[in-house]
């Protein structure tokens, strides 16, 4: 065989290798095991064949598929340590509120303490409230001459200057002048215009109602005398205070022992009262007696 024979038989084995390759690269499912061509010892002056990587025309190409040396890697945010907290998020500044204070709440109002049930106290008559307890003798606080000037024991006498004179008080012993009992305290009118009276205070519960009662009698008159029965709640002394509410008798008959009541809400552990006798014009007559005096407790 020649030597040209033989370089177109080679030619066609190559050329039939590659098309076979081609074809395995298209068949999924089925690889080609690669064969090794075989090294022919040719003669030095044969032709050099074409290099296999050389474009075999009208073979199909194949794809070109990037070396993975050439592929860039995918970066990543690198994820940070577990044990390393993340820092916290950096907030824009702003300006810094008071803190609000909530308004101060009142406290509810605090109830009054009841008052502690107390039984009445017993009835306060009879004895220096009857005039019973004896007389004390003694001046008249104007010093005005005043004959056998004398006031019951557990009383107080007040006194107002009077015109041309001033009133005088004594013991009565006079049957016909004493409500009960032997005695009974008088104060004298006669022929003179004035004010007098007596007064004493009688132990009172808060908050308890009392009644107080009186009898008194004045001698006919061309002017008659005028009977006040005052209470101070308040315990106080002074019969010109504007603290004494003045009750005018209840009866008014003259020469005859006439009664009068009030009825009182006690404000303190005593209250004063006072008996007052007023003649208005200076005549003939008028002497004036009390008796029988009684504070009831009535209770709350």
């Not at 009054?112 to 606080?141: C, H, K, N």
Request: aromatic share 8%; net charge negative; charged share 15%.
């Amino acid at each position: 065989m020649s030597t040209r024979r033989i370089w177109i038989a080679f030619l066609v084995f190559l050329l039939g290798m590659g098309v076979t390759q081609c074809r395995s690269a298209n068949l999924p499912t089925t690889p080609t095991p690669v064969q090794t061509p075989l090294s022919l010892l040719l003669p030095t002056s044969t032709l050099t064949p074409t290099p296999t990587d050389q474009p075999i025309p009208g073979a199909t190409p194949l794809p070109t598929q990037p070396s993975p040396q050439t592929m860039a890697p995918a970066t990543y945010p690198p994820e940070p340590a577990a044990d390393t907290p993340a820092p916290p998020a950096q907030l824009p500044p702003t300006e810094e509120t008071p803190p609000t204070e909530a308004p101060p709440t009142e406290a509810p109002p605090a109830e009054a303490p009841q008052p502690t049930a107390r039984p009445p106290l017993a009835a306060q008559q009879g004895g220096e409230w009857d005039m019973e307890a004896g007389f004390a003798p003694g001046f008249s606080p104007l010093g005005e001459t005043c004959p056998g000037w004398a006031v019951a024991n557990g009383w107080q006498a007040f006194v107002a200057p009077g015109d041309p004179a001033s009133s005088c008080l004594n013991e009565n012993k006079n049957p016909d002048n004493v409500r009960s009992g032997q005695r009974s305290q008088e104060l004298t009118y006669d022929f003179i215009h004035a004010e007098a009276g007596i007064y004493r205070q009688a132990q009172t519960i808060p908050g308890h109602r009392y009644r107080i009662e009186a009898w008194g009698k004045h001698i006919r008159s061309a002017s008659p005398v005028e009977l006040f029965l005052g209470v101070d709640l308040g315990g106080g002394q002074d019969w010109r205070a504007a603290s004494v509410t003045w009750h005018p008798w209840a009866e008014t008959q003259e020469d005859a022992w006439v009664h009068t009541q009030v009825v009182v809400r006690a404000q303190a552990e005593a209250l004063t009262l006072f008996l007052k006798g007023y003649h208005p014009l200076a005549v003939q007559g008028g002497a004036t007696l009390f008796d029988d005096v009684r504070v009831i407790d009535l209770g709350p």
